[in-house]
Nanobody
Framework: QVQVVESGGGSVQAGGSLRLSCVASGYTYSLYCMGWFRQAPGKEREGVAAINRDGRTSYADSVKGRFTISQDNAKNTVYLQMNSLKPEDTAMYYC??????????????????????WGQGTQVTVSS
């Protein structure tokens, strides 16, 4: 059974930084596409970033240049480094895994239905 567990959320002032971590287990990590999503109160969940087994990355326009997704294959872990945080980044952040494409993300990487396994989420709050 694949498990996905996030950590690293918290509260920070605007302009600050946080790093989220996500550990995936129960499957050969090199065969994951990993994605980060977020959901703010009253809004739909949206894709933030994704990373392929070969390290290729994709980002939502709203976070390009501020967020960086990376991975440590030896630790089965994916990270989301968030810099220059804004109040509008406040949301519950979720990590998700797609194990159906041999480690390559779908062209529609930001679509929730492309992912099979989800974590419980970690809250990020950015104050102005």
């Amino acid at each position: 059974q694949v498990q996905v567990v996030e950590s690293g959320g918290g509260s920070v002032q605007a302009g600050g930084s946080l790093r989220l971590s996500c550990v995936a287990s129960g499957y050969t990590y090199s065969l994951y596409c990993m994605g980060w999503f977020r959901q703010a109160p009253g809004k739909e969940r949206e894709g933030v970033a994704a990373i392929n087994r070969d390290g290729r990355t994709s980002y939502a326009d709203s976070v390009k240049g501020r967020f960086t997704i990376s991975q440590d294959n030896a630790k089965n872990t994916v990270y989301l480094q968030m810099n220059s945080l804004k109040p509008e980044d406040t949301a519950m952040y979720y990590c998700a895994a797609d194990v159906t494409r041999g480690g390559y993300c779908s062209p529609v990487w930001a679509a929730e239905y492309e992912y099979n396994y989800w974590g419980q989420g970690t809250q990020v709050t950015v104050s102005s």
